[in-house]
């Protein structure tokens, strides 16, 4: 079946730290992977995407991604975490020709310590 | 940046009860996606619209739910008989074009009693 995993449920990492949120896939054919980040009360709001191309993708607040198709996995990072990321990311990927719903990971939450 | 708006933000309803919750997409898209969160648990996809029909749905989405595109510009989600388990917030998402990223709204956070 295709999903998507997120495989830590919270991470914590000291502000000015370079971050890391875990993102893996299974999928039958070419994905096309996502990071959206949901604040408190709020809706997601898009941070990036891969579709084709570099597997290096910088997206909105300083965030980037790196696709690493071997290994099936799309980790979002940060080189230097700010206490304002501190949100619920979430992993998404869109599979197949037609169809492009979007398949959530479940989510990981982030919190920068002052 | 142009925004997918969503009303209410909050409805409470009592169990058995008709809902409509309402989205307006960015103008010029045309894809439309309804999602919803349950507290605490990750976005579940409902269903997808796309040319004035249901391109594809979930399991989720069963008889009782229903979408509309009344007119040029609104959206809707009806639950026809609420169930306790509908409590949710529920996300509506549109986007222009093949592969283009989706936009989200800020949700309608819907409570049954």
């Known amino acids: 079946a295709q999903s998507v995993a997120q495989p830590e449920d919270q991470v914590n990492v000291a502000e000015g730290n370079p971050l890391t949120v875990k993102c893996t896939y299974s999928?039958?054919?070419?994905?096309?992977l996502f990071w959206y980040v949901q604040y408190p009360n709020r809706g997601l709001q898009f941070l990036l995407k891969y579709i084709t191309g570099d597997n290096l993708v910088k997206g909105s607040y300083g965030f980037e991604a790196e696709f690493n198709k071997s290994q099936t996995s799309f980790h979002l990072k940060k080189p230097s975490a700010l206490v304002s990321d501190s949100a619920l990311y979430f992993c998404a990927v869109i599979f197949g020709n037609r169809d492009d719903k979007i398949i959530f990971g479940k989510g990981t939450r982030l919190h920068i310590l002052p | 940046e142009p925004e997918v708006t969503q009303t209410p933000s909050h409805q409470v309803t009592q169990m058995g009860q008709e809902v409509i919750l309402r989205c307006v997409p960015i103008?010029?898209?045309?894809?439309f996606y309804w999602y919803r969160q349950i507290l605490g648990q990750k976005v579940e996809f409902l269903v997808s619209?796309?040319?004035?029909?249901?391109?594809?749905k979930s399991e989720i989405f069963d008889d009782q739910f229903s979408v509309e595109r009344p007119d040029g510009s609104n959206f809707t989600l009806k639950i026809r008989s609420t169930k306790l388990e509908d409590s949710a917030m529920y996300f509506c998402?549109?986007?222009?074009?093949?592969?283009?990223?989706?936009?989200f709204g800020p949700g309608t956070r819907l409570t049954v009693l």
């Open positions: 103008s010029n898209h045309l894809y």
């Open positions: 999928v039958s054919g070419n994905p096309y």
């Open positions: 998402a549109s986007r222009e074009g093949w592969r283009e990223k989706q936009f």
């Open positions: 619209f796309y040319n004035n029909e249901i391109s594809e």
